[in-house]
């Protein structure tokens, strides 16, 4: 199978525009917030200053922002999409299901959490509904903890991402 198709792609997009973001935060924290800090420090009196209590709790923000986006990086750099699996829904995966209480046939596609858009079907892998339906084959049953209760899918359809990239 060809995995360097369309997944291949969306996660070399997706890593591409995370080190874009974590560039541009590193610029920020090391150039311009520093400098922010020393320009609201000459004001006086740091326990009054709003400038400078600002800088510092964005500074707090980008630095554990960088810290996130760095880890997360890190672990998609690890996804091997070869061990996906052919018949089980995974990352990338498209899925069909069945709402079991509403009888409605629902959409996803199966998504690093970076990329998840429910209003457009793409769920998170880390979502209730993706951790759910991780694994799972065409007419498993699965229930998924909702606030207020349960929702009952079943899997009526899947394209992997292996179906999704095609042969060789």
């Known amino acids: 199978m060809n ?3 369309v997944t291949t792609d969306r996660m070399d997009d997706l890593k591409k525009r995370m080190l874009e973001e974590i560039t541009k935060l590193e610029h920020e924290l090391r150039n311009e917030l520093p400098k922010e800090i020393l320009k609201a420090r000459a004001h006086g009196d ?3 200053n709003a400038e400078f209590h600002a800088a510092k ?4 923000y ?3 922002r960088l810290s996130s986006l760095k880890l997360r990086l890190a672990e998609l750099s690890m996804v ?4 996906i699996p052919h018949d089980r829904v995974g990352l990338g995966s ?3 299901v069945l709402d079991l209480d509403k009888n409605e046939e629902i959409h996803y596609r199966l998504v690093a959490s970076e ?3 429910v209003a457009n ?3 998170s892998t880390s979502s209730p509904i993706g951790k759910g339906i991780l694994g799972k084959k065409v007419g498993d049953d699965v229930t998924i903890p909702i606030p207020g209760g349960q929702r009952k899918l079943e899997i009526l359809e899947l394209t992997t991402v292996h179906d999704i990239a095609g042969p060789e």
């Open 80 to 83: 091997d999409l070869t061990k």
């Open 3 to 5: 995995l360097s198709g």
């Open 121 to 123: 079907g793409l769920i």
């Open 62 to 64: 980008v630095d554990s």
């Open 46 to 48: 740091l326990r009054e």
């Open 94 to 96: 498209k899925v069909v």
């Open 57 to 60: 709790e964005r500074q707090r």
């Open 115 to 117: 990329e998840s858009d």
